[in-house]
């Protein structure tokens, strides 16, 4: 079984930076990749980027490229997103997702198999 736990979420000024975690516990296998969603209220869940967890290629929403970084720590089984340049519009739920068996980077809710339980991001103005 596979669970994912997000953390660092929080209340930020815009411009501000914020870096989020997702520990997975469990196994992992060089086929996964690691995606990052968002949830702004009122709207779809929306994809934000993914990583592979065996090489560390990434892959970013345009809303984000440029301002957002996905690492990982193979060690930890810890994948994080450093989020830089931070505004309003970036306020939302965000959510670490697992696709066990990745082709190529997916940016969409059916890629990903399993998910974590969201950590709340506001950014004020």
């Known amino acids: 079984q596979v669970r994912l736990v997000e953390s660092g979420g929080g209340l930020v000024q815009a411009g501000d930076s914020l870096t989020l975690a997702c520990v997975i516990n469990?196994?992992?296998?060089?086929?996964?990749?690691i995606g990052w969603f968002r949830q702004a209220p009122g709207r779809e869940r929306e994809f934000v980027s993914a990583?592979?967890?065996?090489?560390?290629?990434?892959r970013y929403a345009d809303s984000v490229k440029g301002r957002f970084i996905a690492r990982r720590d193979n060690a930890k089984n810890t994948v994080y997103l450093l989020m830089n340049t931070l505004s309003p519009e970036d306020t939302a739920v965000y959510y670490c997702a697992v696709d066990t068996n990745w082709i190529s980077l997916g940016t969409r809710d059916h890629d990903y198999d399993y998910w974590g339980q969201g950590t709340q991001v506001t950014v004020s103005a």
């Open positions: 469990g196994r992992t296998f060089s086929t996964w990749a």
């Open positions: 990583i592979s967890w065996s090489s560390g290629i990434t």
